[in-house]
Nanobody
Framework: VQLQASGGGLVQAGGSLRLSCAAS????????MGWFRQAPGKEREFVAY????????YSADSVKGRFTISRDNGKNTMYLQMNHLKPADTAVYFC??????????????????WGQGTQVTVSS
């Protein structure tokens, strides 16, 4: 499956952005989907997941309550609604797909397919 992330940009602190991840090449619904982000000089970190079974979850503390993940299998698209953005949210955001559940959704090494990333910059 090919993934295309979009929707990033420059926003002031407190603002909102909606990221999209469009999938093509294969049926979208069998895949567990995730969002990750990578700030300059830092490791790629887990942000949120939306499993093929319909369950979803978020990384502890940093984004919970501000970000909302969703998916539309009919449109082969996953979304990340980001509200109350902070400068610490500045990063390249990647979407990823994984067909096999390994016991966790947060391990980036479990994801086989990745989008190219979209830059999110939050100014103070």
């Amino acid at each position: 499956v090919q993934l295309q992330a979009s929707g990033g940009g420059l926003v002031q602190a407190g603002g909102s952005l909606r990221l999209s991840c469009a999938a093509s090449g294969r049926t979208f619904s069998p895949y567990n989907m995730g969002w990750f982000r990578q700030a300059p000089g830092k490791e790629r970190e887990f942000v949120a997941y939306y499993g093929r079974s319909g369950i979803s979850g978020y990384s502890a503390d940093s984004v919970k309550g501000r970000f909302t993940i969703s998916r539309d299998n009919g449109k082969n698209t996953m979304y990340l609604q980001m509200n109350h953005l902070k400068p610490a949210d500045t990063a390249v955001y990647f979407c990823a797909a994984n067909k096999y559940y390994t016991g966790t959704y947060s391990n980036r090494y479990d994801y086989s397919y990745w989008g190219q990333g979209t830059q999110v910059t939050v100014s103070s």
